[in-house]
């Protein structure tokens, strides 16, 4: 049988004997292989409570192997690494029984085959969300008393502070290295090149590291919905202009820049690809690829890469048909789409009513659903009703424009720019098809 292992820990009880995620991962393997299954895949959320079910991204993984049918079983060690809350429970229950998939929890004894095994677990599930219901409340309390003080809540600190009497206070030797910082990078546009620069003072190492600094607000004086909690070390027009130059993706002519950064997905776990440099036989190209296959514990399949200029050939090649299909199709779809979306929230308010009928969910949380699903199908009912084609003036335009004369004259940032300024994404997968789908 194929499965997929899932093993999740809070920031809380990483410590705990038995529950780290080695020791999770082993008694799932041990398992599996004693039982002759074949595990497709391993699903790790490390420091992730289980009541915040939109932040476990690799149980959203687990759920796209669930849909793709990749897998028959999920193993886990017990059902609080599964759930905590009745109602994400039983939402995810209906896809796992909708594509005939079982769980298990090797370290305990449930099963949901018949109403017995499914009211002890809906009984469980109640007394583990009440549990960390309360001691969520208890820790609110005590954080709400730290803020209205503006004291510090955790021991990790921006570069540039540092903790006095259980206050942020500025570092001003590591502080003037933040303000250079920002300074360099609005003047080069380069992370490589600031971090370059910057590589003896204790800034972060990775591009991934600096840009978090960069966009961090408490160098604004801002935390925790407070614009005062901690002295600012960047004025306010420095950062934003770092911010609009982050999300308009703005660089130099840095050898490693790429065309299509942030537009290529991957068709496989609907996650962004990452432009990377290969060699073949002394030359040097630029390939997007899906860096979650080759993480230590990988979770995507796809191991296809795209050449950025087989990219580019392709899409001057095709815009004309590609466009012409966006362009007389995409009103029809959005429609379709949202039609979907309606019926889906019809049938939560259906589920919703009996789970407070059958006394799974307080009053306070019904009422609540109800208006979310009320309002949001009100919401999708309106664009159903209103959808017409967009304008797509740029895209109309760059059609009748015959690229494929001038494309090639134009330099690398001035393609950046042409693509962005019509195409949301390009889906690449394991089936080597490319997808376009238009601004």
Known sequence: MKVGLYVRVSTDIQAREGDSIPAQLSALRNYAKEHNHEVVAEFVDDGV????????????????????????????????????????YL??????????????????RFETLTPQGRFMVNQTLSFAQYESETTSVRINHVFAYKKEKHEVLSGKVPFGYKIEDKHYVVDEENADIVRQAFSMYVESGNMCETLRKLSETGMPKTQRAF?????????????????????????KQTFETVQHMLSMNVKSNHVNNYVFTGLVWCSDC???????????????????????????????DNTSGINEKKLEKFLVKNLEGLAFAELNEKESLKRDSYEKQISSLEKKLK????????????????????????????????????TKASDKTALKQLVGMHIDQWYWTLTEDERRQLWRGVIDKIWYGSDKQIRVEFL
């Open 91 to 108: 939402n995810t229950q209906e896809t796992l029984d909708t594509f005939g998939v079982a769980w298990r929890a090797i370290w305990e």
């Open 211 to 235: 840009k978090k600094l960069l966009q961090n607000r408490k160098y604004l004086g801002e935390a925790y919905g407070y614009d005062d909690y901690l002295p600012p070390i960047i004025d």
């Open 49 to 88: 409570s289980g009541i915040l079910f939109n932040e476990r991204d690799e149980l959203q993984n687990l759920l796209n192997y669930v849909r793709q049918r990749k897998i028959e079983l999920i193993l886990f060690t017990r059902l609080d690494r599964w759930f905590r809350s009745i109602r994400h």
């Open 351 to 386: 589920r919703l009513k009996d789970l407070y009928i059958n006394e799974l969910i307080s009053l306070d949380e019904y009422k609540h659903d109800v208006a979310d699903y009320t309002a949001r199908i009100s919401d999708f009912r309106q664009k159903a009703n209103k």
């Open 270 to 300: 609907k996650r962004k690809m990452t432009g990377t440099t290969d060699k073949y036989k002394g030359s040097r190209y630029k390939v997007y690829r899906c860096m979650y296959h080759y993480r230590p514990v990988p979770s995507c």
